[in-house]
């Protein structure tokens, strides 16, 4: 081999590996250590490049603007999956599970509006537990409902309010069933000084098994101190909690995340640089059309619109993220959250958090479709963006599952297909 050959050889060599190098050398970050807690500083560019980054893709759509009622929805609630990977998705105007192939076929519908066995009055969520079995939290029917896997019903178990208010629920891959409740001060009882939320494990049959975290309650709404009030966009909790991870947890007035084992223990924190970005007047007057759109159609007087206005303040910025949840192969996701003056005028006048998906503890706090994506061990990779209108409900591998809104606000299941290398970071 003459020495020219080689010497391009050596340089063909040095630029695949510049090319398709590891991704530590394209991580700018630190990993540091305080009390045993491993906190992991991102710099603000991610690792991935234009040719690695994750994408996604459609892959199954679920819905029809006329048709077969099978395949109509008037308002999509939970969504869940089983080991098959059939689709349950709730239908609340209906008050109905309706029960889809994993090629989007309709199977049967489950449960019917009403508080005897088997019926639901609003169900809160789609959880499905171990061995298939669907359970659905139904506040207004104080209880929570089973389904077998063949769609018959093994009965319920009550709700204690008492307990406190449940306010968010999931459930695992595996079947691990998980819920937030926050206290709930009742007519005639004092006020609770220094509230805490709890997140909690729990049984199918609704024994609970163990609680995951303890942390102050968020004030987007407030009802430990007398009448309701509302401050929007104040810090309020933001998690999930998956096999592969255990708990993710962040108040959303910091990008600061922190990972818990699945017994409670803080193992990782995960921080990345963000500018905080002011609520201005327009901000507030989008939000206020909103309450007033929304009274206006139930009937409210313009009396009570305007008490209801009067017990709204803001926050003086908006939160650093919208939320998180636990994506493919160890990653966690976060939702950058939108400036409402940012919208625009189409955009401004159909504002409506309730009909995205936002839970009770984040209302208001609409997200974009950008997601920001964090590797197994913390490392910023990049952003993944959703299609617009897509409210993201549920992760199962490789593999999303939310609520599509077309240009006539007619609702659609839409899976998407995450498209990159799943088996690692890149």
Not at 125 to 152: H, I, K, Q, Y
Not at 230 to 242: F, L, R, V
Not at 332 to 338: G, T
Not at 382 to 407: C, F, H, K, N, S
């Amino acid at each position: 081999m003459d020495s020219q050959r080689s010497a391009n050889i050596i340089l063909l060599l040095a630029w695949i590996a510049a090319s398709c190098g590891d991704a530590d050398s394209r991580w700018a970050g630190t990993i540091g250590d305080s009390a045993g807690v491993t906190i992991v500083s991102n710099p603000d560019v991610g690792m991935w490049t234009e040719a690695d980054r994750w994408r996604v893709e459609e892959e199954l759509r679920i819905g029809v603007q006329e048709g077969d009622p099978d395949y109509q929805f008037g308002q999509i609630g939970g969504i869940t999956v089983d080991s098959r990977e059939c689709l349950f998705v709730f239908e609340t105007q209906a008050q109905q599970i309706k029960v889809y192939s994993a090629d989007g076929v309709y199977e049967r519908t489950l449960g019917a509006r009403g508080s005897g066995p088997g019926e639901i009055q609003g169900a809160a969520a789609l959880l499905m537990g171990p061995g298939d079995t669907l359970v659905v939290p139904d506040p207004p029917n104080v209880r929570v409902s089973r389904f077998a896997p063949d769609g018959s019903s093994l009965g319920s178990f009550p709700l204690d309010f008492q307990q406190g208010i449940p306010l968010l629920y999931q459930a695992t891959s595996s079947g691990v069933l998980v819920r937030q409740v926050r206290p709930f001060t009742f007519a005639g009882q004092p006020a609770i000084e220094d509230p805490h939320d709890a997140i909690v494990r729990f049984a199918v049959d609704g024994t609970i098994l163990d609680t995951l975290l303890t942390f102050p309650s968020g004030e987007t709404i407030r009802t430990s101190r007398g009448p309701v009030e509302y401050e929007i966009y104040t810090a309020e909790p933001a998690w999930d909690y998956s096999d592969e991870l255990g708990m993710i947890f962040a108040v959303n007035d910091d990008y600061r995340i922190s990972l818990y084992s699945g017994d409670g223990e803080l193992e990782r924190v995960i921080t990345l640089p963000y500018e905080r970005t002011a609520v201005g007047e327009r901000d507030k007057e989008v939000f206020l059309k909103f309450v007033e759109r929304q009274m206006s159609y139930s009937g409210a007087s313009a009396r009570s619109i305007a008490t209801v206005k009067s017990t709204i303040n803001f926050a003086e910025y908006f939160p650093a993220f919208a939320t998180l949840v636990a994506g493919p192969e160890g990653t966690v996701w976060v939702q950058h959250s939108q400036v409402l003056s940012e919208l625009n005028e189409e955009e401004r006048e159909s504002f409506n958090p309730i009909a995205r998906g936002e839970t009770m503890g984040s209302l208001g706090v609409s997200g974009t479709p950008d997601w920001d994506v964090f590797d197994r061990e913390g490392r910023y990779l990049g952003v993944v963006t959703l299609p617009a209108r897509y409210t993201l409900r549920t992760v199962r591998g490789g593999r999303i599952y939310g609520v599509w809104r077309d240009e006539l606000d007619v609702q659609y299941v839409l899976r998407l297909r995450i498209v990159g290398d799943l088996d690692g970071a890149i």
